[in-house]
């Protein structure tokens, strides 16, 4: 397991992304400019992957959701969504404060 020490949630959310019938990935972009961390939660199996980028917004590695399966990573990590296309997308979003001097 992964030892987190979680001072804070600083936002948690659902997220549903309707399916559309080609792929496309959004905005490549951090959800906030200090340090954090972000763990997503994928509730259902589908296409629509989690996409990292490095500092010139070239992909690095993608993530299929699967049900059940969470990704926790370091919030500066540029990252999108792709849009699904063959049914909905479900994912919790969180984003946690890991140090509290850093909010």
């Given at each position: 397991g992964i030892n987190v020490d979680i001072k804070?949630?600083?936002?948690?959310?659902?997220?549903?992304t309707i399916h559309k019938e080609t792929s496309s990935i959004?905005?490549?972009?951090?959800?906030?400019?200090?340090?954090?961390?972000v763990l997503l939660y994928y509730?259902?199996?589908i296409d629509g992957?989690?996409?990292f980028f490095d500092k010139d917004e070239k992909i690095v590695e993608r993530i299929t959701p699967r049900r059940g399966r969470a990704?926790?990573?370091d919030g500066s990590?540029?990252?999108a969504s792709?849009?699904?296309t063959l049914g909905p997308r479900i994912v919790i979003n969180t984003n946690i404060i890991n140090n509290i001097e850093n909010f």
């Open positions: 804070n949630i600083v936002r948690s959310r659902s997220r549903l959004d905005t490549p972009h951090i959800d906030y400019k200090f340090n954090h961390l509730i259902n199996t992957d989690t996409v990704v926790l990573f990590i540029l990252h792709s849009n699904p």
